[in-house]
C-alpha cells in the first residue's frame, strides 16, 4: 500500500506502542525487559542522562579547545632549532610556503570540523530542549555529526604518526605540545558527547511539538 | 467495608530526582580549571615587549631570533619594521618578564652574526642556530622599553667581567681583535681592540682576561706578543717558538709572572703594562752591562750569552760609549741565572779561529758570536751581586779561584802552546792551558790542572813541551818523538812526577817548562859557560869529555855589558863533578888546513865542547867557566906526559904535529906560544903515556921539520928527513942517551934547530912502560 508523505509524518514510536530496542543487536524487546534476549546488553527506552552527558562534554570539548588552539600542537625543530606551532601558525605557516591545499585541508580538519561539531552538538541538544519541526534536518545534522567524528582525528594521527617516525636526535624531531592533548581530548569529548546523545530524543521533542 | 476505600491507585513510579549533578560535570569543570590556568599562565608568563632599534634588520628573523644572555634564550623578536625615517629598523622583542628589572638605559644589545676572518671564526653558534641578539643587562640603569642597539659588539671585556689591562707595545706586529691572551698556552682572554697611544707613539692593546684567571696577572707581569712563528737561534740552535695554530695566524699575547721575583698584587683594572716583541725580550730578566773592547765586534743582537753551553742571557743592543772608548752591551739575562751575576763572573767574546790546533769555536760560524761567561763556585758563593761587567775580548785564563790547581810554567818560547792546549800525564789529558803572556825572559804560561788530577803534581815535577813532532837525528840515527795527535797538532804540555812523596805544591807555583823530555829529566848540573862568539853554537850543542858527552848547551844569550855570550848547560847527572876549579872548556870545530884537518866529526855532528874537569875532586865546584874557542895549548892531550919545549923560532912546528922517537910517533904538538918575555917560543907537547919512559933528563929535542940537504964537495949531497909526514907537516924529533929518571909533567927542554950526529946515534935499552 502506497503511503502518502504526509501520512509519514505521522508515526509512533517505539516508546508508544511499548516496544524497546536494544541498541547492541538492534532487537526489539518488550516494554518490561531490562536486558536483551538475544545479546544480555541492557535495553533502555530511552538513554539516561543522555542529554545532560552530551551538555557536559560538549562544554568540555569547548572548554578545551581554547586551549587547543592557542597551545602549540607540535614542534618540528631542525638541528635542534624550532618553534612550537600552534594549529593556526602551523596553517599560516602552510600557507606561505604554497601549500594552500594542505592548509586546507589541516585547517578543515583541524578547525572547521571540531568547530562545526561543537555547534551541531549544541545545536542539537538546544533542538532537544526546544523542539523544532525540522527533524530531518536534525537527524542528518546528528548522522554528520557522527560521521565527522572520525576524521577529526586526523591531526592526532599526523602527529602521533610525526612524533613517531621523526626522531632523528638533533638533525629534526618531532615533538607533540600540550596543545595536541587539548586537541585530542576534545575530538574525543565531542565524539562522546556525539555517543551520548540519544537521536531518539529528537523523535521525542517532534512528537511534543506535533500535537 | 471501607468506604474510604477507593480505587487503588495505578501504581506510580516513584521517580526521584536524582543529586543535582551528575558526576559528568565534573569534566567541563576540570577543562574549565585547565583553562584557567592556562590562561593564568599564559598572563604571568607573558614577555615584556620592548623596541629595540637596529641599524639595519639583515639577519633578524621575526619570531625566529632569540635574544640571548649567557646562553640562554631571554626572549624573542616579535616584530620587525622599518623607522619612520626608513633609516633604521625597529625590532620588537618580547623579553622574559624575570629581564624586567634588567631591562634599563644601560642595558645593551648587540646582533652576533658569524664572523669569519684571519683573526679568527666568532659566533660559529649562530651558523647552526641563527643569527641572535646578545643582551647586556644592567639592574643599575633607569628602566626602560625602548633601546638603540650597538652597532657591533662590544669588547668581550665590557660583555663579561673580567681584568681588563692595556698592554703598550712598540708595533701592532699581528695582533688583532680577538687575538688570544694565553697563559701557558692555555687561552685566558683575548685582545678586545687595539688603538694608537695618545702620543702616536705606541699602539695600546686593549686585551681582556677573563674572571677566572685574573689572578694570574700580577704587577709584575710580563706581556709579550706570541702571534706567528717566531724563529730564533741560529743554524745550530734552530729555535721555533708559536703558541698555537691560532696565534700563527691571528696573532696572540702571551703571558708570564716571574717566580723568581717576590708575590706582587694582582693587578687592577686597567693596569698598563708594557707589551714585549718576544719572548726573549720579555723575559727581561736582569739587565746587565759588559763593557767590551772597542775591537769586539758584537752582533748587532741575539748574541747569546753562555755559561757551559747553556744559554743564559742575551744582548739586547750596544753602544759605543761616551768616550768612544769601548762597547758596552746592555745584556739581559735570563731570571734563572741571576746567581751568576755576581762579582768574579768573566765575560769573553768567542770566535771561530782556526789554526794547527785544529777549529775552534766552530760553532760560532754557523752560530754567530757569542759570549761565555765563567764565575767560579767560591764567587758564586759569596753572591756579591754585581751589574756592570768588564768584557775580554778573548777567553782569558781560568779564574784564579776556579777549582783546581793552577800553575805558573816559564819557557822561553811558546812553541806550539796555545790556549786550550792539553796538560797531559802519562798522554791523558788532566788540564789545559788557560794563558800565556809575554814576560822579560821568554813566556809565562799559566795552567790549570783539573781538580782530580791536581795530587799528581808536587815540588817534584818536571814540565815538558810535547807540542808537534820532536825529529832527533843523526849520523846514528834517528827518532820522532811526539806526545798525542792532539798536542802535536795543538800543542801541549806533559809533565811528570818522579818522586810522589815530595812536597805539595800551592796554586800559583811556577814551573820551568822544558823543551822536551830529555832536557826535563836531566837532573844534572847546571853550569855557565862564556863563549867570546856564539858562532857555531846553538842551544843543545854537546859538552864531551874524553869522547863521552856529559852535558849541553840549554841557553845561548848575548851579555850586553860584558859583549860575550853567556850560555847555560846542563850537565848529566853524574857528570856534575867535571865542573870543579880549575876545570876548563874549549869549543872544538873542524878543522881544514892544508897539513892539518881536525875534527871532521863535527862537521856532521856540529861543534861540540870539550871539557878538562880540574884536578882533584876536593876542589871546590864551580858553576861559571870562560870556554876557550880552540883546543888550548898548554893542556895535555886526555893523558900522557906533558913537556914544554923552548925555541928561539916556532919554525914549521903546528899543533898536532907528532914527537917522533926514532921515526916513531910517540906524542903530539899540544900548543905553542911566545914565551914571557918575548924571547922565546913555548912549544907543548904531549908524549902517550906508554912512551913517557923514553923521556929523561938528558933527552935532546930538535926540530924534525922540513929537509935538511946538506952539500960536501966530497961527500955529495946528503938529504935527511924524518919521515915524509914530518917532511910536510913538521914534527918533533928527540933521542935520549940512557936510561934515567921520567921527567915530571911540565920539564922544559931546550929544542935545538938540527940534531947533533952523536943524538942519532943514541940506543939506549930504555924499557917502554906497559
Ligand atoms: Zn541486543
Same mark, same amino acid.
Not at chain 2, 598572563?43 to 615584556?48: D, H, K, L, P, Y
Not at chain 2, 741560529?234 to 729555535?239: D, G, P, Q, Y
Not at chain 2, 703558541?243 to 706582587?264: A, D, H, K, R
Not at chain 2, 716583541?277 to 741575539?302: N, T
Given at each position: 500500500m502506497k503511503t502518502d508523505p504526509a501520512e509519514v509524518r505521522h508515526w509512533t514510536t517505539g516508546a508508544g506502542v511499548g516496544l524497546k530496542l536494544c541498541l547492541s543487536c538492534h532487537k526489539v524487546c518488550a516494554e518490561q525487559t531490562t536486558h536483551c534476549p538475544r545479546c544480555d546488553a541492557r535495553v533502555y527506552q530511552r538513554r539516561q542522562n543522555s542529554i545532560t552527558r552530551s551538555w557536559a562534554l560538549t562544554l568540555t570539548a569547548a572548554l578545551l579547545y581554547i586551549p587547543a588552539n592557542l597551545l602549540p600542537m607540535m614542534t618540528v625543530s631542525k638541528f635542534e632549532e624550532g618553534q612550537p606551532q600552534t594549529i593556526f601558525s602551523g596553517v599560516i605557516e602552510l600557507m606561505n610556503q604554497g601549500m594552500v591545499p594542505i592548509a586546507l585541508l589541516v585547517f578543515t580538519a583541524s578547525v572547521v570540523v571540531p568547530v562545526l561539531k561543537l555547534l551541531g552538538m549544541v545545536w542539537l541538544l538546544i533542538c532537544v530542549r526546544f523542539p523544532r519541526a525540522t527533524m530531518h534536518r536534525q537527524q542528518m545534522l546528528y548522522r554528520m555529526i557522527v560521521w565527522i567524528g572520525r576524521w577529526s582525528m586526523l591531526d592526532i594521527f599526523i602527529i602521533s604518526l610525526l612524533v613517531g617516525l621523526v626522531q632523528f636526535g638533533k638533525l629534526g624531531t618531532v615533538t607533540a605540545g600540550i596543545g595536541a592533548y587539548a586537541f585530542a581530548s576534545v575530538v574525543v569529548t565531542t565524539m562522546l558527547a556525539a555517543m551520548q546523545f540519544d537521536p531518539r530524543l529528537l523523535w521525542d521533542a517532534a512528537e511534543i511539538k506535533k500535537p | 467495608m471501607n468506604q474510604n476505600t477507593s480505587a487503588p491507585e495505578p501504581a506510580r513510579a516513584n521517580i526521584k530526582k536524582r543529586g543535582n549533578l551528575s558526576p559528568v560535570w565534573?569534566?567541563?569543570?576540570?577543562?574549565?580549571?585547565? &583553562?584557567?590556568?592556562?590562561?593564568?599562565?599564559?598572563?604571568?608568563?607573558?614577555?615584556?615587549?620592548?623596541?629595540?632599534?637596529?641599524?639595519?634588520?639583515?639577519?633578524?628573523?621575526?619570531?625566529?631570533?632569540?635574544?640571548?644572555?649567557?646562553?640562554?634564550?631571554?626572549?624573542?623578536?616579535?616584530?620587525?619594521?622599518?623607522?619612520?625615517?626608513?633609516?633604521?629598523?625597529?625590532?620588537?622583542?618580547?623579553?622574559?618578564?624575570?629581564?624586567?628589572?634588567?631591562?634599563?638605559?644601560?642595558?645593551?644589545?648587540?646582533? &652576533?652574526?658569524?664572523?669569519?676572518?684571519?683573526?679568527?671564526?666568532?659566533?660559529?653558534?649562530?651558523?647552526?642556530?641563527?643569527?641572535?641578539?646578545?643582551?647586556?643587562?644592567?639592574?643599575?640603569?633607569?628602566?626602560?622599553?625602548?633601546?638603540?642597539?650597538?652597532?657591533?659588539?662590544?669588547?668581550?671585556?665590557?660583555?663579561?667581567?673580567?681584568?681588563?689591562?692595556?698592554?703598550?707595545?712598540?708595533?701592532?706586529?699581528?695582533?688583532?681583535?680577538?687575538?688570544?691572551?694565553?697563559?701557558?698556552?692555555?687561552?685566558?682572554?683575548?685582545?678586545?681592540?687595539?688603538?694608537?697611544?695618545?702620543?702616536?707613539?705606541?699602539?695600546?692593546?686593549?686585551?681582556?682576561?677573563?674572571?677566572?684567571?685574573?689572578?694570574?696577572?700580577?704587577?709584575?707581569?710580563?706581556?709579550?706578543?706570541?702571534?706567528?712563528?717566531?724563529?730564533?737561534?741560529?743554524?745550530?740552535?734552530?729555535? &721555533?717558538?708559536?703558541?698555537?695554530?691560532?696565534?700563527?695566524?691571528?696573532?696572540?699575547?702571551?703571558?708570564?709572572?716571574?717566580?723568581?721575583?717576590?708575590?706582587?698584587?694582582?693587578?687592577?683594572?686597567?693596569?698598563?703594562?708594557?707589551?714585549?716583541?718576544?719572548?726573549?725580550?720579555?723575559?727581561?730578566?736582569?739587565?746587565?752591562?759588559?763593557?767590551?773592547?772597542?775591537?769586539?765586534?758584537?752582533?748587532?743582537?741575539?748574541?747569546?750569552?753562555?755559561?757551559?753551553?747553556?744559554?743564559?742571557?742575551?744582548?739586547?743592543?750596544?753602544?759605543?760609549?761616551?768616550?768612544?772608548?769601548?762597547?758596552?752591551?746592555?745584556?739581559?739575562?735570563?731570571?734563572?741565572?741571576?746567581?751568576?751575576?755576581?762579582?768574579?763572573?768573566?765575560?769573553?767574546?768567542?770566535?771561530?779561529?782556526?789554526?794547527?790546533?785544529?777549529?775552534?769555536?766552530?760553532?760560532?760560524?754557523?752560530?754567530?758570536?757569542?759570549?761565555?761567561?765563567?764565575?767560579?763556585?767560591?764567587?758564586?758563593?759569596?753572591?756579591?751581586?754585581?751589574?756592570?761587567?768588564?768584557?775580554?775580548?778573548?777567553?782569558?785564563?781560568?779564574?784564579?779561584?776556579?777549582?783546581?790547581?793552577?800553575?805558573?810554567?816559564?819557557?822561553?818560547?811558546?812553541?806550539?802552546?796555545?790556549?786550550?792546549?792539553?796538560?797531559?800525564?802519562?798522554?791523558?789529558?788532566?788540564?789545559?792551558?788557560?794563558?800565556?803572556?809575554?814576560?822579560d825572559d821568554g813566556v809565562l804560561i799559566r795552567i790549570l790542572v783539573n781538580p782530580a788530577y791536581q795530587h799528581l803534581v808536587n815540588d817534584s815535577s818536571r814540565f815538558w813541551n810535547v807540542s808537534g813532532i820532536t825529529l832527533h837525528g843523526g849520523l846514528q840515527g834517528f827518532s820522532i818523538k811526539a806526545g798525542t795527535l792532539n798536542s802535536m797538532l795543538a800543542g801541549g804540555i806533559a809533565f811528570d812526577t818522579p818522586d810522589r812523596t815530595s812536597g805539595k805544591v800551592k796554586n800559583g807555583t811556577d814551573f820551568i817548562l822544558y823543551d822536551n823530555s830529555e832536557k826535563a829529566h836531566q837532573f844534572g848540573q847546571r853550569i855557565t859557560l862564556i863563549f867570546a862568539t856564539a858562532e857555531g853554537l846553538r842551544v843543545g850543542t854537546k859538552i864531551k869529555y874524553k869522547g863521552l858527552v856529559v852535558g849541553h848547551l840549554t841557553d845561548l844569550k848575548l851579555d850586553q855589558q860584558e859583549g860575550h855570550i853567556v850560555a847555560d848547560a846542563l850537565l848529566g847527572e853524574n857528570s856534575g863533578w867535571v865542573a870543579h876549579e880549575g876545570s876548563r872548556f874549549w869549543l872544538v870545530r873542524p878543522k881544514l888546513g892544508l897539513t892539518n884537518t881536525a875534527n871532521l866529526e863535527t862537521l856532521v855532528t856540529g861543534q861540540y865542547i870539550e871539557v878538562l874537569p880540574g884536578s882533584g875532586q876536593e876542589t871546590a865546584a864551580e858553576t861559571r867557566f870562560t870556554v876557550e874557542m880552540a883546543v888550548p895549548d898548554d893542556l895535555p892531550l886526555s893523558n900522557g906526559l906533558r913537556l914544554q919545549l923552548v925555541s928561539s923560532q916556532l919554525g914549521s912546528i903546528r899543533r898536532g904535529n907528532p914527537i917522533y922517537y926514532r921515526e916513531i910517533p910517540v906524542g903530539t904538538v899540544t900548543g905553542y906560544r911566545l914565551a914571557d918575555p918575548a924571547s922565546q917560543v913555548l912549544i907543548f907537547i904531549n908524549i902517550e903515556e906508554r912512551y913517557k919512559s923514553l923521556v929523561t933528563r938528558k933527552s935532546r929535542f930538535w926540530n924534525a921539520s922540513g929537509i935538511e940537504v946538506k952539500f960536501g964537495l966530497f961527500s955529495g949531497a946528503q938529504i935527511r928527513t924524518e919521515s915524509l909526514e914530518a917532511l910536510l907537516a913538521g914534527g918533533i924529533s928527540f933521542a935520549t942517551p940512557e936510561p934515567g929518571e921520567p921527567v915530571a909533567p911540565g920539564y922544559r927542554f931546550t929544542m935545538a934547530e938540527e940534531p947533533e950526529s952523536q943524538w942519532l946515534r943514541w940506543a939506549p935499552a930504555i924499557s917502554i912502560s906497559q
Open positions: - | 565534573l569534566l567541563p569543570v576540570v577543562a574549565l580549571l585547565i &583553562v584557567v590556568w592556562l590562561a593564568w599562565k599564559s598572563v604571568s608568563e607573558a614577555g615584556i615587549v620592548i623596541d629595540v632599534q637596529f641599524q639595519n634588520g639583515r639577519g633578524i628573523k621575526q619570531g625566529k631570533t632569540e635574544v640571548m644572555l649567557n646562553g640562554i634564550a631571554v626572549g624573542k623578536v616579535t616584530d620587525i619594521a622599518m623607522s619612520d625615517d626608513l633609516k633604521s629598523v625597529n625590532v620588537t622583542l618580547e623579553m622574559d618578564r624575570r629581564m624586567s628589572s634588567s631591562l634599563t638605559d644601560k642595558s645593551r644589545f648587540w646582533l &652576533v652574526r658569524p664572523q669569519v676572518s684571519v683573526a679568527g671564526i666568532s659566533g660559529l653558534d649562530t651558523l647552526v642556530s641563527g643569527n641572535y641578539i646578545a643582551f647586556q643587562p644592567d639592574d643599575s640603569g633607569v628602566k626602560r622599553r625602548k633601546f638603540v642597539a650597538l652597532p657591533s659588539p662590544p669588547p668581550l671585556g665590557e660583555q663579561e667581567e673580567g681584568l681588563s689591562l692595556t698592554l703598550r707595545a712598540k708595533e701592532l706586529s699581528s695582533i688583532q681583535n680577538g687575538s688570544p691572551v694565553y697563559y701557558r698556552r692555555l687561552k685566558i682572554g683575548e685582545v678586545s681592540s687595539y688603538n694608537l697611544s695618545v702620543d702616536d707613539q705606541y699602539v695600546d692593546v686593549e686585551i681582556f682576561i677573563k674572571p677566572q684567571f685574573a689572578h694570574l696577572v700580577r704587577r709584575n707581569t710580563r706581556f709579550w706578543n706570541a702571534g706567528g712563528v717566531e724563529l730564533s737561534g741560529s743554524l745550530t740552535n734552530l729555535k &721555533v717558538r708559536t703558541q698555537s695554530i691560532v696565534s700563527i695566524v691571528q696573532g696572540g699575547v702571551s703571558l708570564y709572572t716571574p717566580e723568581w721575583e717576590q708575590e706582587f698584587p694582582e693587578a687592577y683594572q686597567g693596569d698598563v703594562f708594557p707589551l714585549y716583541r718576544d719572548y726573549d725580550e720579555a723575559e727581561a730578566g736582569i739587565a746587565v752591562e759588559i763593557d767590551f773592547p772597542l775591537d769586539v765586534a758584537l752582533g748587532q743582537e741575539k748574541t747569546r750569552i753562555l755559561f757551559h753551553g747553556k744559554e743564559v742571557g742575551l744582548v739586547r743592543d750596544t753602544q759605543l760609549k761616551d768616550d768612544y772608548s769601548g762597547i758596552t752591551a746592555n745584556v739581559i739575562i735570563r731570571p734563572d741565572a741571576v746567581n751568576l751575576m755576581v762579582k768574579g763572573a768573566r765575560f769573553w767574546l768567542v770566535k771561530p779561529s782556526i789554526g794547527l790546533r785544529g777549529v775552534s769555536g766552530l760553532e760560532t760560524l754557523l752560530g754567530g758570536r757569542y759570549i761565555n761567561m765563567d764565575v767560579s763556585n767560591k764567587d758564586i758563593r759569596a753572591a756579591i751581586p754585581k751589574r756592570h761587567f768588564e768584557g775580554l775580548a778573548s777567553e782569558p785564563p781560568a779564574s784564579p779561584s776556579a777549582p783546581g790547581l793552577h800553575l805558573k810554567l816559564r819557557a822561553g818560547s811558546l812553541a806550539g802552546i796555545s790556549h786550550g792546549s792539553p796538560v797531559l800525564f802519562r798522554k791523558m789529558q788532566v788540564g789545559s792551558v788557560q794563558s800565556h803572556e809575554l814576560t
